[in-house]
Every structure is written in C-alpha cells, then in structure tokens.
C-alpha cells in the first residue's frame, strides 16, 4: 500500500469520518471499491482504531470545562496503576493524560449544569490512590484549531 495514499486517507478520515467510499477514492485517486478495501486495510492493522461523533458543547450540556494537574506521592509502577485503575470510573474525566514536567497527570473534566467542582475535587479527585497535590485551571473559552 502506497504510505502517500495511506496517510492522505487517514488525515481525510481524521478531519471527516462520514466520507464515504467514492469521496475517498476521488480524493486520493483511487476507486471507491479500491478506497474502501485500502480503509479496511487500515483497520486491519491497528491505524483506524474506531469511530466517534464529536460532539459540540451545546449537545453536551454546555459543561464548564476544568483542566486539572495531578501530583502523585511517588511514581512508582504500583502509584500510577492504582490511580490510572481508579481514573477511568469518575464519569466527569473526559481524558486523562500521563506528563512529564511537575504534575504527574493532567485531567480534562466536565461539569455539568448543578455539577460544582468543589464536590468532584473534594469527593473524587483528591480521594484517588496516591494524589498529594491538584492544581485546577478553569477553561475560559476554547480556541477551535481544526
């Protein structure tokens, strides 16, 4: 498989998921039946993962958006398993992403209408395994870059 074609298939999948097979082809120059065999290749071997819709803000609720930095006590592999096993429950982190720098993790969280954040960080976030330090930083407004 062509890397030019595969890769000019993945960024137009990426920006746009419902292309369909005939759009993809015209696209990169290949048939819709080649298009879509090439995509099924892709899946095949782990470069498409899945789909999602991404939704706006507004059919989300309009969640007020928290960015928060996590300190752990130590970074040991049992730290870091414990809190990463406890992470994925809380429904209000949207992402959690492993750092290198001061904090240990940075969290995306979403709060919605009647939500406080003084609750999650008090109730959930300060009571995972091995967090000493949170740092918040609430999101003022989202600059869309693609």
């Known amino acids: ?3 030019a074609i595969e890769r000019r298939i993945l960024d137009l999948l990426a920006a746009n998921s ?3 097979s005939a759009e993809l082809g015209e696209a990169v120059g290949l048939s819709p039946s080649a298009a879509h065999r090439r995509v099924a290749q892709l899946r095949e071997s782990g470069a ?3 789909y999602r819709a991404i939704l706006s ?3 989300r609720g309009d969640p007020s958006i928290v960015l ?3 300190t752990l006590r130590d970074q040991r592999k049992e730290t870091m398993a414990a809190f ?3 992470i994925v429950s809380c429904p209000q982190v949207v992402q959690c992403f492993l750092m290198s720098g001061e904090a240990d993790y940075m969290l995306h969280v979403e ?3 009647g939500e406080t954040f003084e609750r999650i960080h008090r109730e959930t976030l300060s009571q995972l395994p091995g967090v000493t330090r949170l740092a918040s930083h609430f999101v ?3 600059v869309v870059t693609r």
């Open 68 to 70: 928060v930095n996590v």
């Open 48 to 50: 498409i993962t899945g």
């Open 1 to 3: 498989m062509s890397i």
């Open 57 to 59: 803000r507004a059919a």
């Open 84 to 86: 990463e096993a406890e």
């Open 111 to 113: 709060l919605r209408r």
């Open 18 to 20: 419902d292309l369909t």
């Open 140 to 142: 003022i407004r989202e």
